[in-house]
């Protein structure tokens, strides 16, 4: 099981920011995601932000959670990639979404797609990126697109990065178990009662691929409220409810890791999802599986 923070770019007080991620790699979290919106005035663009924060760490894990990709050329999305995998020592995973809000993407210059387009041009990107990671002294791409023509790709990334989809729709979640390595949905939409269903197109997709459905890392974007009081619902209230329901999570819908964001107090949000929370879930799914083991 791993566990992170889900950081909102908000481009008003990078020195703020960058306290809350040494904060939560302090607090022994794993993973450090950073949603994608170019277009948002209020964002610092999430790349520039990845970097800057790379530098500022030493062991947290960071992603774009995801990659806005029409407006991210896949070839140059992966050299940044590799770039800064090899400046972290091997940090960095690659978070990739289809796109959304179309107008938005169409106003600072990128194309709109249709949804058919949108997966297909996420398909070819993988390959794209794929190749420019391989080693090679030339790839070659024709895609509908995407193309390369012949381009020396480098530098290769530091360790394997890994490409997460942040998929939705039944073509993507197809295209998830066919090629990617991992699966980041957010309980904003990908609610736990969606999760069995579209855990079922994923390993399907792997399945047909020749793929072990099980090599599909599932990392959910989770928001919620850390009180002292009652239960108010779905990750809202106090620690124990949290620990059942991150738990149940893990061991009933199939999740390997969690990003969080938090309402309320952050400080003391992510002091009680790191100290209290976090160790108690990975006994608890640690349990559950040496049982189901024997």
Same mark, same amino acid.
């Given at each position: 099981?791993?566990?992170?923070? &889900?950081?909102?770019?908000?481009?008003?007080?990078?020195?703020?920011? !960058?306290?809350?991620?040494?904060?939560? #790699?302090?607090?022994?979290?794993?993973?450090?995601?950073?949603?994608?919106?170019?277009?948002? +005035?209020? &964002?610092?663009? /999430?790349?520039?932000?990845?970097?800057?924060?790379?530098?500022?760490?030493? +062991?947290?894990?960071?992603?774009?959670? %995801?990659?806005?990709?029409?407006?991210?050329?896949? *070839? %140059?999305?992966?050299?940044?990639?590799?770039?800064?995998?090899?400046?972290?020592?091997?940090?960095?995973?690659?978070?990739?979404? !289809?796109?959304?809000?179309?107008?938005?993407?169409?106003?600072?210059?990128?194309?709109?797609?249709?949804?058919?387009? !949108?997966?297909?041009?996420?398909?070819? *990107?993988?390959?794209?990126?794929?190749?420019?990671?391989?080693?090679?002294?030339? $790839?070659? &791409?024709?895609?509908?697109?995407?193309?390369?023509?012949?381009?020396?790709?480098?530098?290769?990334?530091?360790?394997?990065?890994?490409?997460?989809?942040?998929?939705?729709?039944?073509?993507?979640?197809?295209? /998830?178990?066919?090629?990617?390595?991992?699966?980041?949905?957010?309980?904003?939409?990908?609610?736990?009662?969606?999760?069995?269903?579209?855990?079922?197109?994923?390993?399907?997709?792997?399945?047909?691929?020749?793929?072990?459905?099980?090599?599909?890392?599932?990392?959910?974007? %989770?928001?919620?409220?850390?009180?002292?009081?009652?239960?108010?619902?779905?990750?809202?209230?106090?620690?124990?409810?949290? %620990?059942?329901?991150?738990?149940?999570?893990? /061991?009933?819908? +199939?999740?390997?890791?969690? $990003?969080?964001?938090?309402?309320?107090?952050?400080?003391?949000?992510?002091?009680?999802?790191? #100290?209290?929370? $976090?160790?108690?879930?990975?006994?608890? $799914?640690?349990? #559950?599986?040496?049982?189901?083991?024997?």
């Amino acid at each position: 099981m791993r566990f992170g923070y &889900f950081l909102t770019p908000v481009a008003e007080d990078y020195v703020e920011l !960058a306290r809350q991620v040494r904060l939560a #790699e302090d607090l022994g979290l794993d993973l450090l995601g950073i949603q994608d919106h170019p277009y948002q +005035r209020r &964002f610092f663009d /999430t790349w520039t932000l990845l970097s800057a924060l790379g530098v500022e760490t030493r +062991r947290i894990s960071l992603f774009p959670d %995801v990659a806005n990709l029409p407006l991210r050329q896949p *070839a %140059v999305l992966a050299k940044s990639a590799a770039s800064l995998d090899l400046i972290t020592g091997g940090r960095v995973e690659l978070g990739l979404g !289809a796109g959304a809000f179309w107008e938005a993407i169409e106003a600072m210059g990128g194309p709109a797609r249709t949804p058919g387009e !949108a997966v297909d041009a996420l398909e070819e *990107a993988i390959a794209v990126i794929r190749l420019m990671w391989s080693g090679e002294r030339a $790839v070659r &791409f024709d895609g509908r697109f995407h193309s390369l023509s012949g381009v020396h790709p480098g530098p290769r990334p530091a360790h394997p990065i890994g490409i997460w989809l942040g998929a939705g729709g039944p073509r993507m979640l197809g295209l /998830t178990g066919r090629l990617a390595d991992g699966w980041v949905p957010s309980s904003s939409w990908a609610t736990p009662d969606r999760l069995g269903e579209m855990h079922r197109r994923i390993d399907e997709g792997a399945a047909a691929a020749g793929r072990d459905p099980g090599a599909v890392l599932r990392i959910y974007n %989770v928001f919620g409220r850390i009180t002292d009081g009652p239960s108010n619902g779905f990750l809202d209230g106090p620690v124990d409810r949290w %620990v059942d329901e991150l738990t149940e999570l893990a /061991t009933t819908y +199939r999740m390997d890791a969690f $990003v969080a964001a938090f309402e309320g107090p952050l400080d003391a949000s992510l002091v009680s999802f790191a #100290e209290k929370i $976090v160790p108690a879930v990975r006994e608890g $799914v640690g349990e #559950e599986r040496a049982g189901a083991e024997r």
